[in-house]
């Protein structure tokens, strides 16, 4: 089997209306500017996993920062009040020092773009560019080049999607240099695997050996910054990338009925699970490497990825971003821009209104929202967002 069905629902929201998925973006924010308090920033959800009911998490992933970065995103798309914003302009300096004081968030490091310095920092400076916060960040990003866990969550390829959304916002020439040596460690990172025949990377994840394929841990993370900096690379080595990671994506993928899915690491799991959402399987494939040449090759593996995210249907787990339905969405909707087909859009548009209704039934089981970027509420009222303003690019990677 390419997915496991009791992982997935049935598409059961009501049709696309934008009208009311205005008001559900809407819902949304408020719940977010409502539940905010400077000293107490946002509640922490238990799904969560918080140390303690009174955790307050301060990082891009699942904490004040990102809930901060969303809410300027929907205000600059019409969604949120210019002037609700300057509630958080004391609390956003405070942010990397509050983070740092929650240990057990940076089992493997601070640096990282979604749980530690980097993130912060960019969002710090976005907010009040400053060389002394641009200097530091380019500190972190520097000191993160060979972090060995190779992979988007804590080492280079995230702290390198910073270096890119720095490079593109003040066009000082150190930012694409220091992305550029980024790129070329990755490329002399990476081993050719002869049992599978094909190019990988190994981590050294939480103190294991690991190998992973898809976006959050893996391969597929390591790849979406050559793509999504192409412009600042020789083209050369964007498609010497591109090669490598087609042949290894095409070796290792389980392939049924005009599907394709990927297990989560290799060789497998004991367990031998098949996971279909964006931090595991075809969707992050998709949405880490839709920028990838346009070639017979990339469109039929991207295609069939896509299918099977569509097939499985929403995630039962939940609606957001890294594991759950908003963030499958992303991915057809990444792959309407890549091909053009109204189809992808439709369907895009579909998850959009189930995760819709799956965040108001969670907030009603429980009595309160879920407040993150990467696993709640707010992460659903981008990817509705971006199917209103057919944007395909992905919240603080492809646009920050």
Known sequence: MLFDPVRHEGLNGPPWDEAAASAAVQRMVQDALQDFSPQGLWPAHALDDPATPDTRYSMLYFGA?????????????????????????ATLPTLVQRNREVGETHLAGTQSLFMGDAGLLLLQWQAAPSQAIADRLFDVVQDNLHHPA?????????????????????????????????????????????????WLWRQDLYGRDSCYLGAGHGFAGNLSPVMRGAALLPEAVVNAFAERALQTLQVLARRADGCANWPPSHPPDANGKMLVQDCHGAPGIVCRLAAAPRTPGWDALLLEAGEMTWRAGPLAKGSGLCHG???????????????????????????????????????EASGHARHSLWTGDIGVALFIASCLQQDSRLPMLDVF
């Not at 809410?71 to 798309?77: D, G, I, K, N, T």
């Not at 150190?174 to 040596?181: D, I, S, Y």
């Not at 909707?333 to 819709?356: C, E, T, V």
């Open 325 to 363: 339905t908003a963030g499958n969405g992303y991915a057809l909707l990444k792959l309407w821009h890549r091909s053009g087909d109204a189809l992808w859009l439709a369907r895009a548009q579909a998850f959009a209104m189930h995760a819709a209704a799956q965040v108001d039934a969670q907030r």
């Open 150 to 198: 190779r992979e988007m969550l804590w080492g280079s390829p995230g702290t390198l999607v910073a270096a890119i959304h720095m490079a593109e916002a003040t066009g000082e020439p150190r930012w694409a240099e220091l992305f550029t040596r980024g790129v070329n460690i990755l490329w002399d990172e990476m081993v050719f695997e002869p049992v599978a025949g094909t």
């Open 65 to 89: 920062g990102g809930i901060v970065w969303a809410l300027h995103r929907l205000s600059r798309q019409g969604h949120v009040a210019p002037a609700e914003l300057t509630r958080f302009d």
